[in-house]
């Protein structure tokens, strides 16, 4: 099993910045550098959605079409962190973010799609205001 946390979640106005983190801890022999890394949203009423994921090395993103040149995601291997910058905000950025671990080390096309990630965080809230 593995242990997902984000925080960094929170009220944020339009135009206006936030960031997020997200750490990982788990059974004995999983390292966070061996798999790709990815954060999803879901607002309400809407099914979850993938905003964006990051290779193992984090030498690959990708990125969903709404978020792309607002939102950037990374990662620090050594303290076991991936981060979502978002920017640029915008009202429709409202949602629970969620950090999801895969199972692979690379990004596969399914990449937005909730069933390709295995491990969940419990979520946190994104709030931006007109």
């Known amino acids: 099993q593995v242990q997902v946390q984000e925080s960094g979640g929170g009220l944020g106005q339009t135009g206006g910045s936030l960031r997020l983190s997200c750490t990982t801890s788990?059974?004995?022999?999983?390292?966070?550098?061996?798999?790709?890394m990815g954060w999803f949203r879901q607002a309400p009423g809407k099914e979850r959605e993938g905003v964006a994921c990051?290779?193992?090395?984090?030498?690959?993103?990708f990125y969903e079409d709404s978020v792309e040149g607002r939102f950037t995601i990374s990662r620090d291997n050594g303290v076991s962190t991936v981060y979502l910058q978002m920017d640029d905000l915008r009202p429709g950025d409202t949602a629970v973010y969620y950090c999801?671990?895969?199972?692979?080390?690379?990004?596969?096309?399914?990449?937005?799609?909730?069933?390709?990630?295995?491990?969940w965080g419990q979520g946190t809230q994104v709030t931006v205001s007109s």
């Open positions: 990051i290779n193992f090395r984090g030498s690959a993103t």
């Open positions: 999801a671990v895969y199972p692979l080390a690379g990004c596969s096309a399914s990449w937005p799609r909730s069933s390709s990630a295995n491990y």
């Open positions: 788990g059974y004995s022999g999983y390292e966070f550098k061996n798999f790709a």
